[in-house]
């Protein structure tokens, strides 16, 4: 079965670190790979997103690093905030077919 | 647009009883994904169509469930009977499917709580 693996399961961080989610992929076809954000009794929401034809694509504070030959890719928050306290999943897929999801990853940001 | 809009936001329901979740997809997508959230298993995909014709149904767990996409602007998830380990969240997303992928958009969720 296809399956997008993340990590860590959970992440605490204080005010202004960066913290760094994980995830391997294994169905070579993929080509898109969005990272949702979930807020407490809210749907997921795009965050940001990369294709295959580039390593790094940032969007404010957010930048996801893709390793083709690795089929891994991770998210990093620059000067995470504590409004950035969230869950967040990784997904991935081609044309055409339906989003495989990471189980997620919870992450606190302290002040 | 209003966005993807699912109802209700909350059924609490006995267990053998028929459940029935709906979605109303942003207008002018062509594709509507159901999916289930729990603690254990996250977001797991049960089944998706592509203008109104279901295409993968793999994740859909039993014969209990059941889907519908009568017309592109509404769509039903069904469980009959229900049983309490089918409590979870469930999202109906929608997006517009062409020769590249786009942003999934998701509702607020269904919580269903099997007693």
């Known amino acids: 079965q296809q399956q997008v693996k993340q990590s860590p399961q959970s992440l605490i961080v204080q005010k202004g670190g960066i913290p760094i989610i994980n995830c391997a992929y294994e169905?070579?076809?993929?080509?898109?790979f969005p990272w949702y954000q979930q807020f407490p009794g809210k749907g997921p929401a795009l965050l940001i997103a990369i294709r295959p034809d580039v390593s790094e694509k940032k969007e404010g504070r957010f930048t996801i690093s893709f390793n083709k030959s690795a089929k891994q890719f991770s998210l990093h928050i620059m000067d995470s905030q504590p409004g950035d306290s969230a869950t967040y999943f990784c997904a991935a897929n081609q044309a055409g077919t339906a989003l495989i999801f990471g189980k997620g990853t919870t992450l606190s940001v302290s002040s | 647009d209003a966005g993807v809009i699912q109802s209700p936001r909350h059924e609490v329901t006995e267990m053998g009883q028929e459940v029935t979740l709906r979605c109303k997809p942003i207008?002018?997508?062509?594709?509507l994904f159901w999916y289930r959230q729990t603690m254990m298993r996250g977001l797991e995909l049960l089944i998706y169509?592509?203008?109104?014709?279901?295409?993968?149904d793999s994740g859909m767990p039993e014969d209990r469930f059941s889907a519908k996409m009568p017309n592109a602007s509404f769509s039903t998830l069904k469980i009959q009977p229900s049983e309490p380990r089918d409590s979870a969240v469930y999202f109906c997303?929608?997006?517009?499917?062409?020769?590249?992928?786009?942003?999934?958009?998701f509702g607020q969720g269904t919580r269903l709580t099997v007693v």
């Open positions: 207008s002018g997508h062509n594709s």
């Open positions: 169905n070579t076809a993929f080509d898109y």
């Open positions: 997303a929608s997006s517009f499917a062409g020769t590249v992928n786009t942003e999934a958009f």
């Open positions: 169509f592509n203008n109104n014709v279901p295409i993968d």
